[in-house]
C-alpha cells in the first residue's frame, strides 16, 4: 500500500480554505505569510514578535514513548486546508488553542513546557496531584518520582535540577552573537572543531541577505533556552517554511502523499542550516551539568511549537551523529542518507594522496589537471582580505550562470557573498580560475571549519567552456587546501558519484523527523525503514566495488 493510500485510508481530513497567496520566484513557487495566516492568534507572534517565552522546562527525563513527547489524537479532528498547486505556503490549516482542547486529549505531563496561557491550569493540575501523591515537597522522594516517570534506567542519574524557559525569536539579530556562538562552540566540541555554518555571523548574512526571509518561505524561529539567572544555555536554528527547496534532504513525495489526502504539508518547521547540505551539530548547547536537560528541552520545544502552529512536522537535516541519536531519544524518527567526503589519511601533499589511489586513478586525476593548465587557467586560493568586491561579483555571475540552468535555483543573492566575505574573514576560501589576461572565468566557493573543508558553490563564466575545470576548482583545490592545513576531511555538499574515483568516499548524512499524525508518522516510519536498508546496502556494495583506494578505507558501517 502506497504513502498516501495509508494516509487516506486511516484519516478523514476536512479542509477550511481561508486567503492565501504566491509569487513566481525564478523557475518555483514560493509560498509568502499571508495576512490572514498572521490575524491567527497562536501565529501572530511568529510573525511580528522578537522574542517571546513560549514555555518554562524542568528537568527533561521523559522516555521516547512517554505522551509527553506524542501528540494525541487523531488529525481526523483538525480543519485543514486543500493544498493548491500554485500555492506551496498555505497557513489554513491553523486551528484556535479551544478547539485544540476540545479535540484532544492529553496525559498530564511529567515535566511541562507551556506556554504562558497553559502555565496556571497545569499549575492547577500539578498541585492536585502532589497532594494525592504525597511525595513533592521531599527532595528524595521527589527525585526518585521524577526519575520512574521519565522512562530512566535504573542506574541513570537524572539531569541536574534547574528551571528552563525557551523563547523564539523572529530574527537572529534579536539574539546577541556572543551567547550564540558559545552554544555553537560547545556544541561542535571546541572551537578547534568550530563549524562555520551554524555561526551566528553565517546565519546572519542568510537573513539580512534576503536570502532566507519570510518572502521567500523562510520564517526565522529560532529558539533560545535560558536558565533560572537568564543566561542563554542552548539554541536552535529553525524556520517555518512554505516548501521544501533549499534543504537537501527530499520530503517532496511525502508532501505530495499528505496533500493527495487533503491535507496541507506546508508550513512545516525545518532546522538547518539554509541551502547548505553540511553535516553539523544543530542542537547548540552549552557545556555543563544541565546539558543533558537542556538538549531535552529544546527537543520538546520544537515538538510544542509543531503543536502550537498545527504544522504537519518538523525536520532536522544534516545533524552531527550525537544529536541525532539524542532526538531519536526523544520520540524523532531517524533517516539517513549519503555524501561522498574526502578523508585526510596523514597526507603531506596532494602527491601523497595519489599514490594512495590504484594506478588508473591516479593516472585519470594527473591528466584531468594537466589539462586544466593547458588551456592557460590559473588556479588561486584566496581568503580573507584577499577577496576582493571585483571577486564577489564575479562569482556571483558564475553561480547564477549555473543556477539559471535546468532545474537549477538561485537561492542566494549578491549581497549574501559581499557579507560573507565581510563577516567571516579567513573562514571563507574562494577559489578563482583565471585566464591568460588575468580575467575571473570561473570559482569555487568553500568555507573552513575547524575540521573539515566544506565545498559550497560552482560557476563559470557564462558561455565559455573549460574542460575539467570544475573537478579542479572544486575538488583537487578543496583535497590541497585541506592537507596543507592539516585538516581532517573535505565535504564537498549534496550527490555526485563523479567524486568516488576522485577520493571520496560514501558517507552516511542524518536527518530526524517528527510527524504528529500517528497514521501519517506509520507510513513514514515504513518508508523510512526500507530506505535505510537500501541506503546502507548501497554504502556497502561502493565500499567493495567502487574504492579507488589500493589499500581500502574501511566505511563505517555502524551508522546507527
Given amino acids: 500500500m502506497s504513502t498516501a493510500t495509508l494516509v487516506a485510508s486511516n484519516q478523514a481530513f476536512k479542509p477550511q480554505c481561508v486567503d492565501s497567496r504566491t509569487r513566481i520566484h525564478g523557475n518555483r513557487t514560493v509560498g509568502v505569510v499571508t495576512e490572514a495566516y498572521r490575524e491567527q492568534p497562536q501565529c501572530r507572534m511568529a510573525a511580528h514578535a522578537q522574542q517571546r517565552t513560549i514555555r518554562t522546562v524542568r528537568p527533561i527525563q521523559a522516555a521516547a514513548d512517554s505522551p509527553l513527547l506524542q501528540r494525541a489524537g487523531p488529525l481526523s479532528g483538525v480543519p485543514f486546508g486543500r493544498s493548491h498547486a500554485n500555492s506551496l505556503f498555505n497557513y489554513n490549516h491553523l486551528r484556535s488553542s479551544h478547539n485544540r482542547s476540545q479535540n484532544h486529549s492529553r496525559a498530564t505531563p511529567v515535566s511541562a513546557a507551556l506556554w504562558p496561557w497553559q502555565q496556571q491550569q497545569q499549575q492547577q493540575q500539578e498541585k492536585a496531584q502532589s497532594n494525592r501523591s504525597g511525595v513533592v515537597g521531599a527532595a528524595g522522594s521527589a527525585a526518585a518520582e521524577e526519575t520512574e516517570r521519565s522512562g530512566l534506567r535504573s542506574g541513570e542519574a537524572p539531569a541536574t ?232 561579483d564575479s562569482f556571483f555571475r558564475f553561480y547564477c550562470n549555473t543556477t539559471n540552468r535546468k532545474w537549477g535555483q538561485t537561492y542566494l543573492t549578491r549581497e549574501f557573498f559581499h557579507l560573507l566575505g565581510e563577516r567571516l574573514g579567513d573562514q571563507v576560501l574562494l577559489v578563482a580560475a583565471e585566464d591568460g589576461t588575468g580575467r575571473m572565468v570561473g570559482g569555487a566557493l568553500n568555507l573552513v571549519g575547524g575540521e573539515a573543508v566544506f565545498g559550497r558553490n560552482w560557476g563559470a563564466l557564462p558561455g565559455t567552456h573549460y574542460p575539467f575545470l570544475h573537478f579542479e576548482a572544486c575538488y583537487y583545490q578543496a583535497i590541497e587546501a585541506a592537507i596543507e592545513a592539516g585538516l581532517a576531511r573535505v565535504e564537498a555538499g549534496a550527490q555526485g558519484e563523479h567524486k568516488l574515483p576522485r577520493g571520496y568516499l560514501p558517507t552516511a548524512t542524518y536527518s530526524a523527523h517528527h510527524i504528529p499524525d500517528p497514521a501519517f508518522r506509520s507510513a513514514i516510519a515504513g518508508f523510512l525503514e526500507r530506505e535505510t536498508v537500501q541506503v546502507q546496502y548501497a554504502l556497502s556494495v561502493i565500499d567493495q566495488e567502487a574504492n579507488p583506494f589500493k589499500k581500502q578505507p574501511v566505511v563505517d558501517a555502524n551508522i546507527m
Fill in 161 to 392: 535540577a534547574t528551571s528552563l524557559t525557551v523563547t523564539v525569536s523572529s530574527s537572529i539579530a534579536s539574539i546577541p552573537a556572543a551567547d550564540w556562538d558559545a552554544c555553537a562552540l560547545d556544541a561542535a566540541g571546541g572551537a578547534e572543531k568550530h563549524n562555520p555554518f551554524v555561526s551566528h555571523a553565517f546565519l546572519q548574512c542568510l537573513e539580512e541577505s534576503r536570502s532566507a526571509c519570510r518572502e521567500e518561505g523562510w520564517l526565522p524561529q529560532h529558539l533560545v533556552a535560558r536558565d533560572s539567572e537568564e543566561r542563554i544555555v542552548g539554541v536552535l536554528p529553525l524556520y517555518l517554511k512554505g516548501h521544501s527547496y533549499g534543504e537537501y534532504v527530499f520530503d517532496h513525495s511525502w508532501a505530495n502523499a499528505f496533500m493527495r489526502a487533503g491535507g496541507s504539508y506546508y508550513p512545516k518547521l525545518q532546522s538547518c542550516v539554509p541551502f547548505t547540505p553540511a553535516t553539523g551539530p544543530r542542537l547548540l548547547v552549552r557545556a555543563g551539568p544541565d546539558r543533558e536537560a537542556v538538549l531535552g528541552g529544546l527537543c520538546q520545544a520544537m515538538k510544542q511549537v509543531a503543536d502550537e502552529y498545527a504544522v504537519s512536522s518538523v525536520h532536522v537535516t544534516f545533524p552531527c551523529k550525537e544529536d541525532w541519536q539524542v532526538m531519536a531519544r526523544h520520540g524523532f524518527m531517524q533517516r539517513i542518507g549519503m555524501q561522498y567526503h574526502w578523508r585526510n589519511r596523514g597526507y603531506g601533499s596532494f602527491n601523497d594522496f595519489l599514490m594512495d589511489l590504484k594506478q588508473s586513478k591516479r593516472k585519470t586525476i594527473r591528466q584531468e589537471r594537466k589539462k586544466v593548465a593547458a588551456q592557460g587557467l590559473k588556479l588561486l586560493r584566496l581568503r580573507g582580505d584577499d577577496i576582493k568586491a571585483h571577486h564577489w
